[in-house]
């Protein structure tokens, strides 16, 4: 176990932006998992459930990470669950050959100090006494068991099992189960299947 340790990273930031330190035990901590779905780190009191999250490590030195609101784009304080952003030499500068999308994810200024450019992740998470921990995505995704799925993938897949499945009618989203993400389809039945045993 001590040739692993929690980072946080993407291919955009060449892999890492945050990281522990592999002599240390990993950061673990509960929370009250009613103040975390109001997007809110609070430690949990007697009799409230929980969650536990592992903590992502900290900022690798030269890099700068925040926790911003993706609406006002004002910095969250500690604690406060937001987007995660991203800055420094081993951030990239943009997508290859897509001018639009380089421009949203990585051309972020903070809009009350003009601070920037910051890489938009589309993470959410929070920081706590300078971990960071990684809370969800802003994005439509379903991650089961690390691994991320689309919704409208999951439905179109779906649609195409039995021919009773109505066309386009069809849901699938993720519920916590024992602090477990677990995939739900919703799905209609044609009218004409509706009344066989």
């Given amino acids: 176990r001590e040739a692993f340790y929690p980072c ?11 990281g ?3 002599p240390q035990q990993p950061v673990v901590k509960k929370f009250d998992k009613r103040a975390l779905a109001k997007n809110r780190a609070l430690p949990p009191q007697s009799g409230q459930q929980t969650l536990q999250l592992v903590g992502c490590g900290k900022s690798l ?10 609406e006002s784009r004002t910095e969250k304080a500690e604690g406060e669950i937001g987007e995660i952003w991203a800055s420094g030499p081993s951030i990239a500068h943009g997508y290859w050959q897509q001018p639009e999308e380089t421009e949203n994810a990585f051309n972020a200024y903070l809009a009350d100090s003009e601070t920037g450019p910051f890489l938009r992740t589309g993470d959410l998470g929070f920081l706590l006494d300078g971990e960071l921990f990684v809370t969800g995505r802003i994005k439509d995704l379903i991650i089961i068991r690390g691994t991320n799925h689309y919704p409208q993938d999951i439905e179109r897949t779906v649609e ?5 499945l109505q066309g386009v009618g069809g849901a699938a989203v993720s519920i916590d189960v024992n602090d477990d993400e677990q995939l739900v389809i919703i799905h209609e039945i044609q009218r004409s299947y509706r009344d066989l045993n």
């Fill in 61 to 70: 030195p030269d890099q700068s990470v925040r926790i911003v609101d993706p």
């Fill in 160 to 164: 195409g099992v039995h021919p009773s």
């Fill in 8 to 18: 946080y990273g993407m291919a955009e930031a060449t892999l890492i932006v945050t």
């Fill in 20 to 22: 522990g330190f592999v």
